[in-house]
């Protein structure tokens, strides 16, 4: 990539704590749309928690990537410190740099934007949410409506403020808006042109992204064992999973004879299965607090391909999808439910019909995310 000298009257800076933008689905669909329907360049400043990290060095649109903080990784013990330490990084380089256009992403780095800006006024930045920090931690409560107060200034200030569901908030500002984790279009008619059908007539069970204790992997993995010791051949977990943090647990459950591993997908080629396969699984452990206000990019894909979601139960922002008829629901911590479930689904292909028909239903009811986003980027980037 090329490092040249930034204007920072016309670029676009992009701060995100992470290292690499294009593999979280939201963020990499937001560097597109600047790119192709704004025409602005992007500069990338990020966090570089493993040494592997490219900070986006391939992603279309960004021209220069800086990496604010490196180390700490994932889920150490010094984590959370690290933290801090992008705060006061993105606070000086900011306020150093003085950007016109500022996306943020979480509170971690909108809040120390937003403090620079209260010292240099011509910085405007958009702070987009997609995961709510007092969410993510479990706070003391004076801690918690501290850093909630001073979220409410960081939503009060932005240009905009972002976020995938208005649920998860206790309060409002004139400047939250709502954009549900939907695909873009254009990527949605690429996937269906490269889409295969289904090959057999197996209950192809779809998994993709993040894959771990608490998104399901010991639920899914105990239900491919006992289908797969009861020497079932009528069900298939197909399956996609991230790379970059894979554990034992997960190379363990990949070697089940019933599992299929798709290895790592673009988002386009990730769409294009929806097609391929009868029903795509989404699992939170109910007891993580954000958990129960989870709005995933699986679900507003399945809906705009037309497949049926199975979903645990404890998750309100789930209900909507449960009234409508379009997911089915198991218990977190019942693998014997999910096999009966996917058992029955097999026997049963009036089921799966009537849940399809049910997202038929209610498709245009979800805009596509570079429809939703417009008025952001109106005004945040201006008319293009």
């Not at 006024?121 to 107060?149: Q, S």
């Not at 309060?171 to 057999?200: C, F, G, H, M």
């Not at 204790?213 to 064992?225: E, M, P, Q, W």
Request: charged fraction near 20%; aromatic fraction near 10%; glycine fraction near 6%.
């Amino acid at each position: 990539m090329s490092q040249k000298k930034i204007d920072y009257h016309k670029t676009v800076v992009l701060i995100a704590p992470h290292g690499e933008p294009g593999k979280r689905v939201r963020l990499a669909k937001t560097i597109r749309i600047i790119k192709n329907q704004y025409h602005r360049d992007i500069a990338y400043w990020g966090w570089k928690r493993t040494p592997d990290e490219t900070l986006g060095a391939h992603l279309e649109g960004i021209i220069k990537s800086s990496a604010l903080l490196k180390g700490g990784g994932f889920q150490s013990a010094l984590t959370r410190f690290y933290y801090l330490a992008w705060m006061l990084r993105v606070f000086l380089a900011v306020l150093w740099h003085a950007p016109q256009r500022v996306y943020c992403l979480g509170l971690e780095t909108a809040l120390p934007v937003w403090v620079a800006s209260r010292l240099r006024r011509r910085i405007g930045y958009v702070f987009d949410d997609a995961d709510r920090l007092v969410l993510l931690w479990n706070l003391p409560k004076p801690i918690e409506k501290m850093i909630t107060a001073l979220e409410q200034k960081v939503s009060r200030d932005a240009v905009t403020h972002i976020v995938p569901t208005l649920a998860r908030y206790d309060y409002r500002t004139s400047k939250l808006y709502e954009i549900a984790n939907i695909p873009e279009q254009n990527q949605v008619e690429e996937a269906k042109n490269i889409a295969k059908p289904k090959q057999d007539s197996r209950l192809h069970v779809y998994i993709n992204g993040w894959l771990n204790k608490s998104r399901g992997l010991d639920l899914i993995d105990r239900a491919a064992t006992m289908l797969e010791q009861e020497n079932c051949k009528d069900i298939v977990f197909n399956v996609a999973i991230n790379t970059g943090r894979t554990t034992d647990d997960q190379l363990r459950f990949l070697e089940h004879s019933n599992v299929n591993n798709l290895g790592y997908l673009t988002h386009v080629n990730s769409l294009a299965q929806y097609l391929a396969n009868d029903v795509v699984v989404t699992f939170y452990d109910p007891a993580i607090r954000i958990n129960r206000f989870a709005l995933p990019n699986k679900w507003g894909d399945a809906i705009v391909m037309g497949m049926p979601i199975i979903l645990n139960e404890g998750i309100e922002t789930a209900a909507p999808l449960i009234t409508a008829g379009v997911a089915f629901t198991v218990p977190f911590d019942s693998p014997d439910a999910l096999v009966v479930l996917l058992r029955d689904l097999q026997r049963d292909g009036n089921r799966l019909s009537a849940a399809k028909t049910a997202i038929a239903n209610i498709k245009n009811n979800y805009k596509s995310f570079d429809e939703s986003i417009v008025p952001v980027m109106n005004a945040f980037l201006g008319n293009h």
